[in-house]
């Protein structure tokens, strides 16, 4: 059983597309977040819900816009893709908005031609 | 300076080795501190904890510092199994308690 899972795992889309990437997980948890790993392997917080609400929203593009139908998925839609978005996107969960322990997914790998 | 800094290495050290890395912070106030382990193109893990008195799990030990804001990890008897990059996490309590990571330091164990 897979705790926290993405999909896909990988998207190869050209600049200018608008791409989404699902994430889901089943550990009951009340948190979940984007990160964004760049080429440098530097991990930094996008945006984190807690029970579908937004609590934090790190200065991204507004490109970048999170949804959270339930507090077990929370999808991440990006608009008009430019080259610099290219990177590895990894969805988080934790049991609480100040839980330690986050549980991650395996990524998915945008490239942006 | 930035939230949370580590020195990324390369470490190459042979099997057996003892090893340790360093994480420095820059937020006073914080209060909680982990290590998390990443494989190569693979999602990062909890490690452990780092408790203020100091903890070991096994063979590895973990130190927190906070005059000094830093936080190390060591590990003993090294195996080719631990080679992987390992993060430095620490939070920011008025961020909304939100969690850095270090750019991580990258540990290889040479046969």
């Known amino acids: 059983d897979t705790a926290v899972s993405q999909t896909p795992k990988y998207l190869v889309t050209q600049m200018g597309n608008d791409k989404s990437i699902k994430c889901e997980q089943n550990?009951?948890?009340?948190?979940m977040y984007w990160y964004k790993q760049d080429s440098k392997k530097f991990l930094k917080i996008m945006f984190s819900y807690n029970n579908k609400e937004l609590i934090i929203n790190e200065t991204v593009p507004n490109r970048f816009s999170p949804k959270s139908p339930d507090k077990a998925h929370l999808n991440l839609h990006i608009n008009s893709l430019e080259l610099g978005d290219s990177a590895v996107y990894f969805c988080a969960s934790s049991h609480r908005q100040d839980s330690y322990e986050q549980y991650f997914g395996p990524g998915t790998r945008l490239t942006v031609t | 300076r930035k939230e949370v800094e580590q020195d990324p290495g390369p470490f190459n050290v042979p099997e057996g080795a003892t090893v340790a890395f360093n994480c420095t912070y820059s937020n006073s106030a914080s209060q909680s501190f982990f290590w998390y382990r990443q494989d190569c193109r693979k999602e990062p893990k909890l490690l452990m904890s780092?408790?203020?008195s100091g903890n070991e799990d096994g063979r590895f030990t973990a130190q927190l510092n906070r005059a000094s804001q830093y936080i190390s990890l060591l590990i003993r008897d090294s195996k080719l199994s631990d080679s992987a990059t390992y993060l430095c996490v620490v939070n920011m309590p008025n961020t909304g308690n939100q969690f850095y990571f270090g750019t991580g330091t990258s540990l290889t164990v040479i046969p």
């Open positions: 550990l009951g948890h009340d948190t």
């Open positions: 780092v408790y203020s």
